[in-house]
């Protein structure tokens, strides 16, 4: 291996993603930078956790994915989580987590490799099922888990206690737990609050709550989420990791879900903030505020 290399990962059956990343690759392999490229994949069960048939070495300098937000979630769970920093890279609009436009990817690229993009790191959760006292899955996620029923019938109970106090039964949809980074997924269209993507604390927000007054949680990093179904529900309920990967929740089943020790790196775009993406992806008014002038 040369004393630079990239990993390339590019949106699955999506040919204007693999034609730039041929590109890409050949841009790469001019300036010396050892190149591996490949095509995001299915994830595959190993023992009770997930992982992508990805080849990327976990020791690459950086990894650049093309596609949108999915992708790189994908991405994150894979080799992100070794610390190596992303640059997300979407082919169509902005993307919260994909927040390069493709115009903008070789003059971020260059930016890249120079060492003049900052790298913001972003916390995951990991979330263990016991099943009479076994595991039998464990995962980590970057955006949010999800417990929620597999139809449109009866509403679903779920206890749930934080550090082993009991909080409340959720009578409801379902439930998401959310890092920071998910909060403008899932979470902000169940009503839940936008949280700051770099702060070290997450959110439970109920689906469709039956009881109105059941609102969402902000709890500590520290904290760790213990739920259980109330009772035993007639239909599937299901529990999804990054709305990618679902699994299938047993009555009896003991959820815990807690701060993982990895985390994710991310190049921050240049020339943009967090809150000028939240402009753009939600549409709010661009305003009058000039930094310049309140400061004379």
């Known amino acids: 291996m040369s004393s630079k290399s990239v990993g390339i990962i590019y949106k699955h059956h999506h040919e204007p993603a693999r034609k730039e990343a041929l ?22 069960a190993e023992g009770g956790v997930f992982r992508k048939n990805l080849a990327i070495p976990k020791d690459v300098d950086w990894v650049v994915v093309l596609g949108g937000d999915g992708t790189l979630l994908g991405a994150a769970r894979q080799v992100g989580r070794y610390g190596v920093p992303i640059l997300g890279v979407n082919l169509g609009g902005l993307g919260f987590l994909t927040c390069i436009p493709l ?3 070789y003059s971020a690229v260059e930016t890249m490799v120079s060492g003049g993009l900052q790298v913001e790191s972003r916390m ?24 929620n029923k597999n139809t449109l019938a009866r509403i679903i109970d779920l206890d749930v206690a934080i550090d082993d106090v009991f909080v409340t039964t959720f009578r409801a949809d379902g439930l998401i737990i959310s890092t920071p980074t998910g909060s403008t997924a899932y979470n902000l269209s169940a009503g839940g609050p936008i949280l700051y993507p770099t702060v070290e604390t997450f959110v439970l927000t109920p689906i469709c709550p039956f009881t109105l007054t059941n609102r969402p949680i902000i709890v500590p990093d520290s904290a760790v989420i213990g739920i259980e179904m109330g009772r035993e529900s007639e239909e599937t309920v299901i529990l999804t990791f990054d709305g990618q990967v679902g699994f299938d929740l047993h009555h009896g089943d003991k959820v815990n879900i807690y701060k993982s020790k990895e985390k994710i790196n991310l190049f921050k775009p240049p020339g943009q903030d967090h809150f000028r993406i939240l402009r753009t992806k939600l549409m709010w008014g661009g305003g009058t505020y000039n930094k310049d002038a309140e400061a004379s």
């Open 23 to 44: 590109k890409l690759n050949a841009w790469f392999g001019n300036r010396g930078i050892t190149v591996f490229c490949q095509e995001m994949t299915a994830e595959i």
């Open 103 to 105: 115009e903008q990817l």
């Open 124 to 147: 995951m959760l990991e979330t263990k099922v016991l099943r009479n006292e076994n595991e039998v899955i464990r995962f980590q996620v970057l955006n949010d888990v999800v417990i």
